[in-house]
């Protein structure tokens, strides 16, 4: 059993080769639920984990927790993260430090269902304009190596994939 990055490569190998042999298994469905909890705040859960959302002041929240579009970017943060240690293990990559900065351009005109003058060049979508990840690693690799690894988190991020083209998107209403 090799552990590279604190990951059991030869388990994370077993899982490959297992979806290679059963394409089916790789079908996966995921679940979340949310509960709201007055004002801006909303209690979210996945599996037996959960976390708060809330807005800053500056929107009318109590800043208690991150807000929806922060998680955004937290999600994509550390789906890039979990890439990186799983990908540069099965490399061989040991990774000394990986520290990933994220920023989003969001308009609020959108979202507050405005109409922004046009001398302001404020798109009346609400949502993320742009998303830029700053990735800063530190491992046992040449240069070459680390941007192979780079270009191969960056392809296979779920969560980079899913916020950079259409998603179909469903809101069901049940009163």
Known sequence: MAIVNGLDTDSL?????TV???????????KASTSWKG???VDTSSREFTSKFDEPEMLCGTNTAANPV??????????LTIGYAMNAAVMGIKINDLKIDLEGEIDLPGFL???????YH??????????????KIKADADKKKLQ???NNVVGTSPVGITLSRPVTVKANLEV
Request: charged share 30%; net charge positive.
């Open 39 to 41: 004002g801006f705040k």
């Open 70 to 79: 922060e998680m955004v970017l937290q999600a994509y943060g550390a789906c």
């Open 13 to 17: 190998m077993k899982v490959v080769e």
């Open 113 to 119: 269902g405005l109409e922004p003058p046009e001398k």
């Open 20 to 30: 290679k042999q059963n394409w089916e298994i790789g079908k996966t469905v995921w």
């Open 148 to 150: 192979e690894l780079h």
């Open 122 to 135: 404020m798109d009346k979508l609400p949502g993320f304009k742009t998303i830029t990840a700053k990735i």
